[in-house]
Every structure is written in C-alpha cells, then in structure tokens.
C-alpha cells in the first residue's frame, strides 16, 4: 500500500484553537482525500479519510456521539 501524496496539501488548524501549537490540523483541498496531523509534528505521518467517512465523524462529534 502506497501513501497518498500530500505535497500540495494546504493543512490549517481551527480558529478557536488558541495560540498553542497544541492542535490537530486538516487539509480539504485534495480531491477524494481529507488529511489530518499533529501540529507540533507537521513533517511527521497524517492520517487519511475519505470525505464520506470524515463527514461522519464530524457530525457525530456535532451530535455528541463521540
């Protein structure tokens, strides 16, 4: 299994994460493909979604199922 290519990934974090570099970071601008690191680590590995399965997440956090 190969890694996705992230190169032209444009990674951002939320506003409301405050000034620490304490936050998980997201890239949405790649086609088929949400991306997510560690902050303090951006060289390190990132973790890979797809946009069904990331929809998911989010609107479990948004309901408190997570």
Do not use: Q, Y
Not at 9 to 23: E, I
Not at 39 to 62: C, D, E, H, Q, Y
């Amino acid at each position: 299994m190969t890694s996705p290519d992230l190169s032209s990934a444009t990674f951002r974090k939320s506003t409301l994460s405050g000034p620490n570099n304490d936050c998980v970071e997201v890239a949405t601008n790649l086609p088929g493909l949400i991306a997510v690191r560690d902050s303090k680590n951006p060289s390190g590995p990132a973790l890979t979604f797809s946009p069904t399965v990331w929809s998911n997440f989010l609107t479990g956090i948004r309901n408190g199922e997570i």
